[in-house]
């Protein structure tokens, strides 16, 4: 018996019952295990984004641990000073973690964003980007990717401009430790929520957001679809140390982004036979940043 | 308020220091005194000098704070904000368009019902202008801070003093009010309390159990239902009402423990001869008490609080003044609409219990000197029947 409890996952779950998350959302499952490693001595910062709703509204809190609630441009500040306050009053074990969604790390809160990784606060800073603002119905983000529709690029006007690096951008504040993260490969996001907890400063996780009403997918496949975005190289796995490049994960084979992009109903109108110029460039666009990113693991270590 | 006689016969207030300290550095020595441990800071003209001047406290171990260096006044309140969840005495200070960016925050710091203490040292919006003006504040009366304005920099010391005591207890927060370089910038003769003096009056930061600690797990600020939510704006109404009172029970304390007192609104020569008064805020005062010599028929009344605007306070000092008395309001402001902010709140105070014949006058807005021969003006220019509304020394 204590075999089987040992080889579950999550030994102690540190969430409550009944998020109100959508079916099939990345949402819960993803705090669910943040939480499970973060423990109870943790503040969760939220600006607005559909965790502001999951976490629970008034009178309810979805973790076993502390929910603070801030305006949407900010939480980075909000998180500063809630650990500057934990800090001067001893509870320097105490984790500050923010949980934001794509608009409110790529877009509006990206200036509190780079204030925080520049003056090198100990917050862990979680974006869960699910390429676009979901929570308000779908509107396109800076986040969502070329060729997508939201209700902002109705098709035939699907966005036509790729997604801002903010791996890149992140990673350029020359901070302790940055990753992506899928919840596919389960194991591999938890060690980094780990690296995360440990690191010296300012970390940064990226997950790749399963949404089945902004991705028009099939809540069950979620997770699968998930695992096609890493092995398509739509969304590699790699994690950045300072300026060092490592990619946790080579896909074993050559899949094409149509295999991911067929299954999500934001990207139907490119596999209409006028539209195939839209998968071509996703593909090119898809290798010449993978390529990029070997480039960059290679050089990572030569100095 | 700063009692001009007793500096200049040079009566010592016991357990303090005279020192000469422009309006921000007074600022900075009472958000020292009071021991704030947290200070989010960002640089904007002309409050710069209060937080170069923490900065330079907390660099040298002369004070035990926190001082962070945020990327915008944005960032500001919400550190701010983050650090009075979790239970410390945050100060900071901003101006002008720091506080119109900082406006999202500011609403949800009073909603959140924060305690906090912050300086504004007042000037406009563009085009670009540094100098005095009160228009950034006034703008933010409804954001829920309580505001006081203050004439000189001994006041703005004692004011930031009393400003925890009364955020503290209400959990409302407190915005006190420079006039930029006027107060900000120049100097004065300040008696600054010992340290154990203010530690008398103004207790470490007490927890009230619903601050964040990670210890005791809870939520802050989730969604809540139309059932719900008016139960909160129902608390903290009841909670405003409470304010002019403990602002005049404050100063009142004040005064008994540092020899020097402050109530909501300060009446300087209203009595049934009185033929004009002058509603003011802020330096403009000390320009108008400068000419009572010359003009016994002319009074005062110095709007120290003025969000919530105290009504009470107003309407006894008042109470001596004939009905043929003109009420003449001075306004370094302009919001927009017909009136300044202290007519509005002016009429709105007297409606339905006093009757006098009111005039507002726009003077001194961006920076613009209101000299003593401008109160003059003032004087000559409400004598002459004029329209209700008059635009001081403007061609």
Redesign the interface.
Known sequence: MADLVYKFLIGEEKVYPGALSCRGCGWALLVRHIASILGENTVYVVPASCYSIIAGPYGYNHVKGSTVHTVFAAAPATATGVRAALDRQGNKDANVVVLAGDGGTFDIGLQSLSGAASRGERIIYVCNNNGAYMNTGIQTSTATPYGAVTTTNPNPSYKKTWPKDLMGIVSSHNIPYAATCSLAFIQDFRRKVERAKNADGFSFLMIDGPCPPGHKTDPSQSISIARLAVETKLFPLFEVEHHRVKINYYPKKEIPVEECLKLQGRFRHLFKENATDALKTIQEQVDSNWKRLVKLEEISYQF | MTDVKNMENAVEFKRHNPKILKGNFAAAEAAKLCKA??I?AYPITPQTTIVEELSRKVATGEMDA?Y?????E???F???????????R?FTATSGQGLFYAH??LH?IAHFRLPMVVCNVGRPSIPWNIWADQTDSLAQRDTGWIQIYTETSQEVLDTIIQGYIITETLDIPVMVVLDAFYLSHTSENVWVPEQSLVDEFLPPKQKKGVE??????????????PE?YETFEYAWWKDALKVEDLVNTVGKQFGEKFGRNYQAVEAININEKTEMVFVTTSTITTTVRGILNLHPEIGILKIRLMKPFPKKSVLEALKPLSDNALIVNIERNFLGGKEGALMQEMKRALYGERYFKMYDIYAGMGGKDVSPITIENMIDKVRSNPDEIIWIDFE
């Open positions: 441990g947290f989010p926190t962070v260096n945020m990327d915008s944005h960032s500001v919400a550190a701010a904000m983050g650090a009075a969840m979790a239970g410390e945050v999202e925050v949800a964040i600690d990670g210890y005791h797990p809870k939520a802050i600020g989730g969604l809540i239902p719900e």
